[in-house]
């Protein structure tokens, strides 16, 4: 299964790229499988995708949590903690 994952702001410098496709086994699997492929790369991915780095996602361009569900040709996209006033 191919994925389409979008960086933005923040992880788009960090990661040193805008989006990628990675590949995933099986023909369904859920965001938290992306997310824990893209923690084993290591620093900076483990420390910017930590389970208290305040990330969002959204699938298909609808926000979406670890356990939405991803198919072959989705589009998943990362954005980081916003802060503003």
């Known amino acids: ?3 389409k994952v979008l960086y933005f702001a923040k992880l788009r410098e960090k990661f040193g790229v805008e989006s990628e496709e990675i590949e995933l086994p099986g023909d369904r699997a859920y965001a938290a499988a992306i997310i ?5 790369r290591g620093e900076p991915w483990a420390r910017e995708l930590g389970l208290d780095a305040g990330y969002r996602m959204a699938v298909n361009q ?3 949590g670890l356990v939405t569900p ?3 040709g989705d ?3 990362i954005f980081p903690p916003v802060t503003g006033g």
């Not at 824990?36 to 084993?40: A, E, N, P, T």
């Open 1 to 3: 299964m191919r994925i």
């Open 36 to 40: 824990d492929l893209l923690r084993r």
């Open 62 to 64: 609808t926000l979406a």
């Open 70 to 72: 991803v198919r072959d």
């Open 75 to 77: 589009e998943v996209a």
